[in-house]
T-cell receptor, first 115, second 115 residues
Framework: GAVVSQHPSRVICKSGTSVKIECRSL??????MFWYRQFPKQSLMLMAT?????????EQGVEKDKFLINHASLTLSTLTVTSAHPEDSSFYIC???????????FGPGTRLTVT | AQSVAQPEDQVNVAEGNPLTVKCTYS??????LFWYVQYPNRGLQFLLK??????LVKGSYGFEAEFNKSQTSFHLKKPSALVSDSALYFC?????????????FGTGTRLKVLA
């Protein structure tokens, strides 16, 4: 099956700093990538959708200047959390979709802790 | 507003017994339907999908799901549960008009298979 990786799996950063999370599709070309946030014991909340070479489309209520998304190639998307605060601590999950498929394939997630 | 409901927060079933995890949706048109499983601190693993055709679809790990258009339901089933099936299950619906195939997730159902 299609494989999506995320790096890092865990990151701890200080309040006010920025952190970048990478999402890669390893064995397919991801025309569309999605970024989600998941709170403990809750469902996934879609943050944004990105198409390769285009600006990301953010969901209502998601600050695009705080959560910078870049989808520069068909296998890589990055999420940068800028000026992180403790309330940004969460589990961030990316997914990717091949143009030829309907389903999304998910990365293993990144646990962000802001101290 | 479009929504996906998983009415049971938790389902308990004895090992070897059949299991059902319920999902209903309120989405216009003919959406695409998906089931995923999530193990602790991991991303989501794709189980199966319904796009069109036969109402009973088979997926990974012996799971299957039945699409019922009149009841707008897509229940996940397995004839004989294993302890290793214990996990968090998410139903996802993709409205055909979304253009990007983005998902609306249900709230998740925790399956506990008892030995």
């Amino acid at each position: 099956g299609a494989v999506v990786s995320q790096h890092p799996s865990r990151v701890i950063c200080k309040s006010g700093t920025s952190v970048k999370i990478e999402c890669r599709s390893l064995d397919f070309q991801a025309t569309t990538m999605f970024w989600y946030r998941q709170f403990p014991k809750q469902s996934l909340m879609l943050m944004a959708t990105s198409n390769e070479g285009s600006k990301a489309t953010y969901e209502q209520g998601v600050e695009k200047d705080k959560f910078l998304i870049n989808h520069a190639s068909l296998t890589l998307s990055t999420l940068t959390v800028t000026s992180a605060h403790p309330e940004d601590s969460s589990f961030y999950i990316c997914s990717a979709r091949d143009l030829a498929e309907y389903e999304q394939y998910f990365g293993p997630g990144t646990r962000l802790t802001v101290t | 507003a479009q929504s996906v409901a998983q009415p049971e927060d938790q389902v308990n079933v004895a090992e070897g017994n059949p299991l059902t995890v319920k999902c209903t949706y309120s989405v216009s048109g003919n959406p695409y339907l998906f089931w995923y499983v999530q193990y602790p601190n991991r991303g989501l693993q794709f189980l199966l999908k319904y796009i069109t055709g036969d109402n009973l679809v088979k997926g990974s790990y012996g799971f299957e799901a039945e699409f019922n258009k009149s009841q707008t339901s897509f229940h996940l089933k397995k004839p004989s549960a294993l302890v290793s099936d214990s996990a968090l299950y998410f139903c996802a619906v993709s409205p055909p008009t979304s253009g990007t195939y983005k998902y609306i997730f249900g709230t998740g159902t925790r399956l506990k298979v008892l030995a």
